[in-house]
């Protein structure tokens, strides 16, 4: 799988940026706010619909303009896919493959898998558990098709009872629908609880071995499960929070509310473990994920590295740039002096200027 082709309209700071990338490694070097990760976050969205940031539509808007677009052109399968996203400052997005719009902007999961790798995810073991969820759910919904109908459905159900709670307040008699919504709850839940046992499961056979080789063979990295609730306690707990759900108007138990722990012999690394022993996890936990995707996908997803490098000793470095040797990469960085210097092999490389874009050193 590789990008071939970005081209943006009115994205961000670009007027206008049509651009071809090489199927191994691209750098794409400048000095801050020049418009680089801008490129990354266009991708990111072309294969899930979403900002990685978190961003609205109308905030990736170039200033001044009402509607955006992303053009991005995937060789996947030797199959040649064309995603175009169009952005508008008070309507939903619209999203076309291959000349087709789609009803969902669901439907485009699974069609560019990307794995995204900031600076911020080396925090993501001592940050708080949405982020080790939106991990989990951003991989899954990518891989799973039933995952993200699932996962869907789970949260417009966990709104609207969180809705219905609020409503009781002046409509007690609005509470014999809740068994209903509890009902559904149910269903779709144990459906997610199941699936992210079984990636963690899945990720624990990878993750091993790379971070025992990322720790000079002196750790051992297990990853934990930590479900909110069981499948077999799942039912009985949603009934005894009733009071509280009531109390606090929001659903206070479900996978919504799962985590995950990351354990060097039996010690949590989020409470215990050094600056260095978190990030060492956190690329072994990037680094499973790019061969979780392959071995699921069977093919290289693409990867994107947003100035990650400049976060890493050299020995990290390395250990990241050689396990990516066959995978569409993508670099953001500030200068060359880094890859220069470790005689990295560049296949393209794109000064960034003020939103402009400039092939070649």
Not at 75 to 101: C, F, R, T
Not at 225 to 234: F, G, I, K, Q
Not at 329 to 354: A, M, P, Q, Y
Request: proline content about 2%; aromatic content about 8%.
């Amino acid at each position: 799988m590789i990008v071939k082709k970005l081209e943006l309209l009115n994205y961000r700071n670009y007027e206008y940026l049509n651009i071809d990338f090489d199927s191994g490694i691209n750098i794409l070097y400048g000095d801050n706010a020049q418009g680089k990760t801008n490129i990354l976050e266009a991708l990111y969205m072309s294969g899930t619909s979403k900002s990685h940031k978190n961003a609205k539509d109308k905030e990736t808007i170039k200033f001044g303009e009402e509607e955006a677009h992303i053009k991005t052109i995937v060789l996947k399968n030797d199959i040649e896919y064309k995603i175009d996203i169009h952005l508008k400052s008070h309507k939903n997005k619209g999203i076309a493959i291959n000349g087709v719009p789609i009803k969902k902007a669901t439907e485009l999961f699974g069609v560019l898998n990307i794995i995204f790798f900031s600076p911020e995810d080396l925090n993501i073991i001592k940050e708080g558990p949405s982020e080790r969820r939106r991990f989990i759910d951003m991989e899954l919904c990518q891989l799973d098709k039933v995952y993200l109908h699932n996962l869907t459905n789970y949260n417009k159900i966990l709104n609207q009872r969180n809705k219905l709670l609020k409503d009781m307040l002046d409509k007690p008699s609005l509470r014999d629908t809740l068994d209903s919504w509890d009902e559904q709850l149910l269903k779709y839940g144990k459906e997610i609880i199941e699936r992210r046992k079984k990636f963690i499961d899945d990720l624990n056979e990878v993750i091993f071995l790379i971070h025992k080789k990322l720790s000079g063979n002196k750790e051992e990295l297990t990853i934990t499960y930590e479900p909110d609730v069981t499948l077999s306690n799942y039912e009985n707990a949603l009934k005894e929070a009733i009071k509280k759900d009531e109390r606090f108007l929001t659903t206070s138990v479900g996978p919504h509310r799962d985590d995950m722990a990351f354990l060097i012999k039996n010690v949590d690394l989020r409470k215990y473990g050094s600056q260095g022993q978190q990030r060492t996890a956190a690329l072994s936990l990037k680094l499973s994920e790019i061969e979780l995707v392959k071995s699921i996908i069977k093919e290289e997803p693409i990867l994107l590295l947003d100035d990650v490098l400049s976060e890493l000793d050299k020995g990290r470095q390395n250990q990241l740039l050689s396990s990516i040797n066959k995978t569409q990469t993508i670099i953001t960085c500030t200068g060359l002096d880094e890859f220069i210097n470790e005689r990295i092999s560049l296949n393209k490389v794109f000064h960034v200027i003020d939103g402009k874009v400039y092939e070649g050193n």
